[in-house]
């Protein structure tokens, strides 16, 4: 894969945030598109068909040009890595493959130190963001309906993947706020989600 | 107005298969094909497809479902992938002997041993022979496509044949690309409503499939070969008539893709041929003279236009992408059919095979430059070494 085009990664949990961690990736990479970028966002073929609560991978691809490599299976190098359940940094190397100069995005009430406590790689993060999604928009939603290969019946970002969107722009310049507002349903909690993220710049 | 979408190719299909106004659907969950079922089963539910939804026991079940619906006079639909497809066997050549137009979406998948998930062309190859009608979409829009073109080719009075539309599993199936929904009225012109000569009806009684005896049995398998050969001028048609609808500027037959002054060229079909253009135009771009080769019906194999297309190359490189164990070239099933083509020209190319893209793997641009040297090879030394390299377990090239 070109070095060009970014990588995203989100780690969520199985069946009850599967939707959520799609619509982080699909909610980047729309709002990327908006903004003349050639995109891309799938779920890990691997980890589906998903279990309850087991850790599960999405994608999103952006680049300036077009992807050359889009049936490559997973983001190797991925320059920002979102974790949709703290509680998934504690047995995973979330940051596997990430160079340098990284950004991490967790959903937590913990703050930042907290949370690093838990990633023995850190140093590779130039930036940690930490937004309480949940507390801004209660539990995650269930919805099965895009599962598998299919297309989402209700919208995108109604729920947890609003705020946790618009924490990222806090740490990154990957997409402009206004695009995600866009593309999200619940812009509230977007904006919530940019106001209330605490960032540690390392 | 036709409507941008992004879809993967299962979904993809689904609109197609609406848009096809499908009567009876059958389903039976395996990867990656299940969630063509799950958009369909969805529509069906909210009321946007009248159609009979009905869950098979397994797959020959499925494909014995929409034999009955299809013969009673029902556009059908059914799918498969990987052990699925080949769990059915048994039903393919009574639905294709019988003359029975059924469709059957296949998102391929590797057979096993071990279990594996990811895309590989051997589960539908292995049942090339049985006189469905037979290829491979290499992205989402074209899954759309051929699920329409197939239709209308299959259902025509002069074919009568059953349709394997085939795509990439994961790498179609899954990954989401540009879909242009065309109006429902665009369609409507394209694909006529589905009859049968003599469909099963109670109130005019005929036989579908009985025992007969061997004097008979002959007469039925030259019927099957002529609705083969038969098939190519109506597949003309309709892909005249789809272009012209659509607006789309497909061939019917073979794509060629930077052939003009090539001296080379991959020979391939599916998904993989994406990643394939990247790699001409960066090799084009340092001076490697090379094209590419697409073919979009396997069943019925278009040898002339195969011929033609590949006659004005030094070396053809034949992305293969299924296995045929213990085979003539000691690879897959495609440079088989590509040499026999070939044969009867006064000058032919020097061909070989590339073993790639089987059990999942993609194919990334590095392995068609490793496929391009190798080809480059051949035209130096004026012949061919080997007819199969598998692709990453060579120590040279």
């Given at each position: 894969m070109a070095s060009k085009v970014k990588q995203i990664t989100v780690w969520a949990r199985g069946v009850v945030q599967d939707k959520e961690g799609r619509d982080i990736a699909n909610g980047l990479a729309n709002a990327a598109k908006k903004e003349g970028k050639f995109t891309q966002a799938f779920d890990n073929y691997v980890d589906l068909p998903d279990r309850v609560n087991v850790p599960l991978r999405k994608y999103a691809r952006i680049s300036d040009e077009e992807i050359e490599e889009r049936y490559e299976y997973e983001n190797e190098k991925p320059e920002v890595v979102i974790v949709a359940d703290a509680t998934l940094v504690k047995g995973i190397n979330v940051l596997r493959g990430m160079e340098k100069g990284g950004v991490l995005v967790v959903n937590t009430d913990r703050k930042p130190e907290d949370i690093l406590k838990?990633?023995?790689?850190?140093?590779?993060?130039?930036a940690i963001v930490c937004v309480d999604a949940k507390g801004i928009c209660g539990e995650a939603t269930v919805d099965f309906s895009g599962s598998e290969g299919g297309v989402d019946a209700v919208g995108l970002g109604a729920g947890m993947a609003a705020p946790i969107l618009g924490a990222l722009v806090r740490g990154t310049n990957l997409v402009k706020l206004e695009n995600l507002a866009a593309v999200v349903k619940n812009k509230e909690a977007l904006y919530k989600g940019h106001e209330q993220a605490v960032v540690k710049t390392l | 107005m036709a409507k941008e979408m992004v879809l993967s190719g299962c979904a993809a299909s689904a609109q197609a298969a609406k848009m096809a106004k499908v009567e009876v659907i059958c389903s039976y969950p395996i990867r990656p094909y299940t969630a063509l079922m799950m958009e369909l089963a969805k529509m069906v539910a909210n009321g946007e497809l009248d159609a009979e939804f009905i869950y098979g026991e397994g797959e020959h079940a499925q494909l014995s479902v929409v034999l009955g619906a299809s013969a009673a006079g029902a556009r059908v639909l059914t799918g498969s992938s990987g052990v699925g497809v080949t769990y059915a066997f048994e039903t393919y050549s009574p639905i294709a002997g019988g003359r029975v137009p059924v469709q059957m979406m296949i998102a391929d998948r590797a057979l096993d041993p071990p279990g594996d998930f990811g895309s590989e062309h051997t589960d539908a190859m292995s049942c090339r022979d049985q006189g469905w009608l037979m290829g491979w979409a290499e992205n989402p829009q074209e899954a759309f496509d051929n699920c329409l073109i197939n239709y209308r080719v299959g259902e025509d009075h002069r074919v009568l044949l059953p349709q394997f539309v085939c795509q990439d599993g994961y790498f179609v199936s899954h990954i989401p690309g540009k879909v242009l929904l065309p109006d429902q009225s665009q369609v409507d012109e394209f694909l006529p409503p589905y009859t049968l000569p003599h469909p099963l009806d109670p109130k005019h009684p005929v036989s579908h499939g009985p025992q007969i005896r061997p004097d008979q049995g002959t007469i039925m398998d030259l019927q099957r070969a002529q609705a083969h050969l038969d098939a190519p001028a109506v597949i003309k048609e309709a892909i005249a008539d789809f272009n012209r609808i659509f607006g789309r500027d497909y061939s019917p037959f073979v794509e060629e893709y930077m052939t003009d002054d090539a001296e080379m060229a991959f020979f391939i079909m599916g998904a993989h041929t994406m990643t394939a253009r990247h790699a001409i135009k960066h090799l084009r771009s340092k001076g490697v003279k090379i094209g590419l080769v697409k073919l979009r019906?396997?069943?019925?194999?278009?040898t002339q236009e195969v011929a033609e297309a590949l006659s004005k190359f030094k070396a053809v490189g034949v992305v293969e992408t299924s296995t045929s164990y213990g085979g003539a070239m000691r690879g897959g099933n495609l440079l088989h059919e590509v040499r026999a083509s070939l044969y009867d020209l006064p000058q032919r190319p020097l061909t070989t095979s590339f073993m790639a893209g089987l059990g999942g793997e993609m194919v990334p641009l590095k392995d068609f430059y490793y496929m391009a040297e190798i080809l480059s090879k051949m035209i130096k030394e004026g012949?061919?070494?080997?007819?199969v390299h598998w692709v990453g377990f060579e120590a040279e090239a």
């Amino acid at each position: 894969m070109a070095s060009k085009v970014k990588q995203i990664t989100v780690w969520a949990r199985g069946v009850v945030q599967d939707k959520e961690g799609r619509d982080i990736a699909n909610g980047l990479a729309n709002a990327a598109k908006k903004e003349g970028k050639f995109t891309q966002a799938f779920d890990n073929y691997v980890d589906l068909p998903d279990r309850v609560n087991v850790p599960l991978r999405k994608y999103a691809r952006i680049s300036d040009e077009e992807i050359e490599e889009r049936y490559e299976y997973e983001n190797e190098k991925p320059e920002v890595v979102i974790v949709a359940d703290a509680t998934l940094v504690k047995g995973i190397n979330v940051l596997r493959g990430m160079e340098k100069g990284g950004v991490l995005v967790v959903n937590t009430d913990r703050k930042p130190e907290d949370i690093l406590k838990f990633i023995p790689n850190r140093d590779l993060l130039k930036a940690i963001v930490c937004v309480d999604a949940k507390g801004i928009c209660g539990e995650a939603t269930v919805d099965f309906s895009g599962s598998e290969g299919g297309v989402d019946a209700v919208g995108l970002g109604a729920g947890m993947a609003a705020p946790i969107l618009g924490a990222l722009v806090r740490g990154t310049n990957l997409v402009k706020l206004e695009n995600l507002a866009a593309v999200v349903k619940n812009k509230e909690a977007l904006y919530k989600g940019h106001e209330q993220a605490v960032v540690k710049t390392l | 107005m036709a409507k941008e979408m992004v879809l993967s190719g299962c979904a993809a299909s689904a609109q197609a298969a609406k848009m096809a106004k499908v009567e009876v659907i059958c389903s039976y969950p395996i990867r990656p094909y299940t969630a063509l079922m799950m958009e369909l089963a969805k529509m069906v539910a909210n009321g946007e497809l009248d159609a009979e939804f009905i869950y098979g026991e397994g797959e020959h079940a499925q494909l014995s479902v929409v034999l009955g619906a299809s013969a009673a006079g029902a556009r059908v639909l059914t799918g498969s992938s990987g052990v699925g497809v080949t769990y059915a066997f048994e039903t393919y050549s009574p639905i294709a002997g019988g003359r029975v137009p059924v469709q059957m979406m296949i998102a391929d998948r590797a057979l096993d041993p071990p279990g594996d998930f990811g895309s590989e062309h051997t589960d539908a190859m292995s049942c090339r022979d049985q006189g469905w009608l037979m290829g491979w979409a290499e992205n989402p829009q074209e899954a759309f496509d051929n699920c329409l073109i197939n239709y209308r080719v299959g259902e025509d009075h002069r074919v009568l044949l059953p349709q394997f539309v085939c795509q990439d599993g994961y790498f179609v199936s899954h990954i989401p690309g540009k879909v242009l929904l065309p109006d429902q009225s665009q369609v409507d012109e394209f694909l006529p409503p589905y009859t049968l000569p003599h469909p099963l009806d109670p109130k005019h009684p005929v036989s579908h499939g009985p025992q007969i005896r061997p004097d008979q049995g002959t007469i039925m398998d030259l019927q099957r070969a002529q609705a083969h050969l038969d098939a190519p001028a109506v597949i003309k048609e309709a892909i005249a008539d789809f272009n012209r609808i659509f607006g789309r500027d497909y061939s019917p037959f073979v794509e060629e893709y930077m052939t003009d002054d090539a001296e080379m060229a991959f020979f391939i079909m599916g998904a993989h041929t994406m990643t394939a253009r990247h790699a001409i135009k960066h090799l084009r771009s340092k001076g490697v003279k090379i094209g590419l080769v697409k073919l979009r019906f396997l069943r019925p194999w278009p040898t002339q236009e195969v011929a033609e297309a590949l006659s004005k190359f030094k070396a053809v490189g034949v992305v293969e992408t299924s296995t045929s164990y213990g085979g003539a070239m000691r690879g897959g099933n495609l440079l088989h059919e590509v040499r026999a083509s070939l044969y009867d020209l006064p000058q032919r190319p020097l061909t070989t095979s590339f073993m790639a893209g089987l059990g999942g793997e993609m194919v990334p641009l590095k392995d068609f430059y490793y496929m391009a040297e190798i080809l480059s090879k051949m035209i130096k030394e004026g012949k061919t070494k080997k007819t199969v390299h598998w692709v990453g377990f060579e120590a040279e090239a």
